[in-house]
């Protein structure tokens, strides 16, 4: 059985706070606002594979109001999400996602975004693909007011017999 997920995030950028993307500290006059490390890339992928499993949202699951959750990786909390998903029986097929930002240029980090999200979900380099765009300007991420990210998963029914 084949399942898919979809995930949308959105992060406000100030100053004095670090940009973390994929798990991946990028050097940047400002970074994302948020309870945790505000990883809006991993943020997506995790409402990705949560929807996919049927199991609700990160907000349900690691709630900001939870002061266990203030300033944790996201990283950390992604590798909760696929024990999710492993308890749900199912494996990752696949991660497709696109991180909106008009700045910085992130080309030089995808591989080392990619890993990280593969080390974490246990699964090869391959399966996922990140990819980056700016908006040409236009609206909040255009003019730098925030970091935006869509994410698609698929995941499988584990049969237990591969
Ligand atoms: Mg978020």
């Known amino acids: 059985m084949v399942r898919i997920g979809f995930g949308y995030d959105v992060h406000r950028l100030v100053e004095g706070r670090e940009l973390i993307l994929g798990g991946v500290e990028i050097p940047y006059a ?3 606002a948020g309870h945790s490390d505000a990883d809006v890339l991993v943020h997506a992928i995790m409402d990705a594979l949560l929807g996919a499993a049927g ?8 709630p900001d109001t939870d002061p266990r959750y203030k300033g ?7 590798k909760r999400v696929r024990e999710i998903i492993d308890g ?4 990752v097929g696949n991660i497709d996602a696109v991180i909106v930002a008009q700045a910085p240029k992130l080309a030089g980090y995808m591989g080392l975004m990619e890993g ?15 990819k980056a765009t700016t908006t ?9 007011e925030g970091i935006a990210s869509y994410a698609t998963s698929i995941i499988f029914k584990n049969s237990g017999k591969s």
């Open 116 to 130: 990280n999200i593969a080390r974490s979900l246990n699964t090869d380099m391959e399966n996922i693909n990140i």
């Open 55 to 62: 199991a609700g949202d990160i907000g349900r699951h690691f």
């Open 72 to 78: 944790i990786s996201s990283i950390i909390l992604l």
């Open 88 to 91: 749900r029986g199912y494996i």
């Open 136 to 144: 040409e300007g236009l609206g909040f991420t255009g003019i730098g």
């Open 30 to 32: 400002k970074g994302l």
